[in-house]
């Protein structure tokens, strides 16, 4: 976990680092179950679904992927 912690715009928010230089980004979450600094393995909750921030249009995951500082795709790294 890089960072965790509350954004006026959207609302409760977890970075977490991963491998390849990647960072997956969580917003909006209700309650933050993990702290920056904390190292987490792979179905590990980090956060409930949330509502808050103003940007926030109702209860739901706002979830961004950035390799090397670049947004991505998700898609294209993540077999869902």
Known sequence: MIA?????????TIQVQHSNDLVSIYRHCSKL???SGDRVKAGTAL???????KLSTGSHLHFE???KGVAVDPAKYIKF
Do not use: P, R, S, Y
Not at 4 to 12: C, H, L, P, R, Y
Not at 47 to 53: E, K
């Open 47 to 53: 956060a409930l679904v949330g509502n808050t921030g």
């Open 65 to 67: 992927l950035w390799h």
């Open 4 to 12: 965790a912690g509350w954004n006026d715009e959207t609302g409760f």
């Open 33 to 35: 179950l993990k702290n």
